[in-house]
């Protein structure tokens, strides 16, 4: 049996090896097929082989296509399910292109103006430095009268919701047209804009605390308060002249940090400032003054009484010392007002930042004068690094105060010294500081100099 089929399996690859050379089967060969052929036809073995393949593989099939079938029935279920989901599919699209145009839009305006902003000399980036020069052109003249006494009372806030810096001072005892009290505010833009006047605050208007607030417009104003007439004053914005004016039982003043409005207690009544008038609520009473805090409390309002200063009026501060000629090259101090507050708003939250307190410069440039024989010393300019007021922690800077006295061989103790300066008040989002300093010195020969500015310094 084997060598028969041994013998078929040859002829058939005889037959193979012809067919794919495309060499014609010989007459022999060619019968030898078609009788094979009908043979295997007429075979019911063969055709029963057949049909079971055919079978087994039709099962096979039929198994792979009902599992496709639950599949499908499956999801159509589920789609069923979620049908109503899928409802909502146009307007979630809707709303998604809403958000991200407002988003692009927003984004585009928060960049709009940060490469010009970034290039302004008082919003450059990198630690500040501040030079206190009488020559420069780019301060901010607040002052310039020749007089001795700097700031004594001062308050500022910082406010950070509108990009502004808001700043009061006067002289105490020593408040009078060349040493004005002030109110300023420095814009978004760095622009100063103040209103001056020859009296202060505590002595023209009695006031025993002043202080400031961000009113429901968003917009910062002074308030004072008089111990004697228990009246409290609400300032014009940037200015000196009162907006509205209320008696109140007790100094207990409070804000709302989400609306502003202010909150007060006047014949045991509670009045709301809603940012234009007083208004009375004659359902909430208070019998005390512990009474009304406790409830301000619970309502987690803001103690606008409790960041206040108290300014004297008694007293003044003389700047007119001062060093840097001959053998007195010791430090130039940098002083603050006596009388001091810094604040900061952000958020909708005021914060009393940490006192900065006077602080010493050294030395740092040394000339001696021309044509002199012995060597006489003054010193140009000093130079160090300071703190300045922070929200989070103090702002480290380098402060330089520069002499325009020249080496003209006029050595003499007044006119080649630098007199100590006093910092009033600091605004990091405008990196400025508004200084109070003397100048007297020789420009020409023996022509003088002699004034004190108020100005303000940008970084």
Same mark, same amino acid.
């Given at each position: 049996?084997?060598?028969?089929?041994?013998?078929?399996?040859?002829?058939?690859?005889?037959?193979?090896?012809?067919?794919?050379?495309?060499?014609?089967?010989?007459?022999?060969?060619?019968?030898?097929?078609?009788?094979?052929?009908?043979?295997?036809?007429?075979?019911?073995?063969?055709?029963?082989?057949?049909?079971?393949?055919?079978?087994?593989?039709?099962?096979?099939?039929?198994?792979?296509?009902?599992?496709?079938?639950?599949?499908?029935?499956?999801?159509?279920?589920?789609?069923?399910?979620?049908?109503?989901?899928?409802?909502?599919?146009?307007?979630?699209?809707?709303?998604?292109?809403?958000?991200?145009?407002?988003?692009?839009?927003?984004?585009?305006?928060?960049?709009?103006?940060?490469?010009?902003?970034?290039?302004?000399?008082?919003?450059?980036?990198?630690?500040?430095?501040?030079?206190?020069?009488?020559?420069?052109?780019?301060?901010?003249?607040?002052?310039?009268?020749?007089?001795?006494?700097?700031?004594?009372?001062?308050?500022?806030?910082?406010?950070?919701?509108?990009?502004?810096?808001?700043?009061?001072?006067?002289?105490?005892?020593?408040?009078?047209?060349?040493?004005?009290?002030?109110?300023?505010?420095?814009?978004?833009?760095?622009?100063?804009?103040?209103?001056?006047?020859?009296?202060?605050?505590?002595?023209?208007?009695?006031?025993?605390?002043?202080?400031?607030?961000?009113?429901?417009?968003?917009?910062?104003?002074?308030?004072? %308060?008089?111990?004697?007439?228990?009246? @409290?004053?609400? #300032?014009?914005?940037?200015? *000196?002249?009162? =907006? /509205?004016?209320? $008696?109140?039982?007790?100094?207990?003043?409070?804000?709302?940090?989400?609306?502003?409005?202010?909150?007060?207690?006047?014949?045991?009544?509670?009045?709301?400032?809603?940012?234009?008038?007083?208004?009375?609520?004659?359902?909430?009473?208070?019998?005390?003054?512990?009474?009304?805090?406790?409830?301000?409390?619970?309502?987690?309002?803001?103690?606008?009484?409790?960041?206040?200063?108290?300014?004297?009026?008694?007293?003044?501060?003389?700047?007119?010392?001062?060093?840097? %000629?001959?053998?007195?090259?010791?430090? @130039?101090?940098? #002083?603050?007002?006596?009388? *001091?507050?810094? =604040? /900061?708003?952000? $958020?909708?939250?005021?914060?009393?930042?940490?006192?900065?307190?006077?602080?010493?410069?050294?030395?740092?440039?040394?000339?001696?004068?021309?044509?002199?024989?012995?060597?006489?010393?003054?010193?140009?300019?000093?130079?160090?690094?300071?703190?300045?007021?922070?929200?989070?922690?103090?702002?480290?800077?380098?402060?330089?105060?520069?002499?325009?006295?020249?080496?003209?061989?006029?050595?003499?103790?007044?006119?080649?010294?630098?007199?100590?300066?006093?910092?009033?008040?600091?605004?990091?989002?405008?990196?400025?500081?508004?200084?109070?300093?003397?100048?007297?010195?020789?420009? /020409?020969?023996?022509?003088?100099?002699?004034?004190?500015?108020?100005?303000?310094?940008?970084?």
């Amino acid at each position: 049996m084997a060598t028969i089929n041994n013998a078929i399996q040859e002829m058939v690859d005889h037959l193979v090896d012809k067919m794919r050379s495309n060499e014609k089967l010989s007459a022999e060969e060619q019968t030898l097929v078609s009788n094979a052929i009908q043979k295997l036809s007429s075979s019911a073995n063969l055709e029963a082989a057949i049909v079971a393949v055919a079978q087994e593989h039709l099962g096979e099939a039929t198994e792979h296509l009902t599992s496709a079938s639950d599949v499908v029935k499956e999801l159509q279920a589920k789609l069923l399910e979620q049908s109503d989901n899928l409802g909502l599919l146009p307007e979630l699209e809707t709303k998604f292109n809403e958000i991200t145009s407002s988003l692009v839009t927003n984004v585009e305006g928060k960049l709009e103006g940060l490469p010009k902003k970034l290039s302004e000399p008082e919003r450059k980036l990198g630690e500040m430095h501040f030079v206190f020069d009488y020559y420069d052109n780019t301060a901010a003249l607040i002052k310039d009268v020749n007089q001795n006494y700097g700031a004594y009372n001062a308050i500022s806030l910082v406010n950070y919701d509108t990009d502004t810096f808001h700043l009061y001072y006067d002289g105490g005892a020593q408040t009078n047209s060349n040493n004005p009290a002030v109110i300023l505010e420095i814009d978004p833009q760095g622009v100063v804009k103040q209103s001056q006047r020859a009296t202060s605050l505590s002595s023209s208007n009695n006031a025993n605390y002043i202080g400031f607030f961000v009113n429901t417009d968003k917009l910062t104003h002074l308030f004072t %308060y008089q111990n004697d007439t228990k009246l @409290l004053s609400l #300032y014009k914005k940037n200015e *000196l002249n009162v =907006l /509205s004016s209320h $008696n109140v039982d007790y100094f207990k003043v409070y804000q709302s940090p989400q609306t502003r409005e202010l909150y007060v207690v006047d014949s045991e009544l509670l009045h709301v400032f809603d940012g234009m008038a007083w208004q009375k609520k004659l359902d909430q009473t208070f019998a005390s003054e512990s009474e009304f805090s406790q409830w301000a409390a619970q309502n987690n309002l803001v103690a606008l009484h409790d960041l206040v200063i108290q300014p004297n009026s008694a007293n003044s501060v003389n700047l007119s010392s001062s060093t840097g %000629y001959g053998a007195s090259l010791a430090y @130039l101090q940098v #002083y603050r007002p006596a009388v *001091l507050r810094d =604040l /900061s708003y952000r $958020n909708n939250t005021y914060k009393v930042l940490d006192p900065v307190p006077t602080q010493k410069l050294a030395r740092n440039r040394i000339s001696s004068y021309a044509g002199r024989t012995d060597n006489l010393l003054f010193t140009r300019s000093f130079k160090s690094r300071v703190h300045l007021p922070g929200t989070d922690l103090p702002i480290k800077a380098t402060i330089e105060s520069v002499t325009p006295a020249n080496n003209n061989n006029q050595g003499h103790s007044t006119y080649d010294t630098q007199f100590h300066p006093q910092m009033v008040g600091f605004s990091p989002i405008h990196r400025a500081i508004l200084v109070f300093q003397k100048v007297k010195f020789y420009y /020409s020969g023996s022509s003088p100099v002699e004034t004190a500015l108020y100005r303000v310094y940008y970084a």
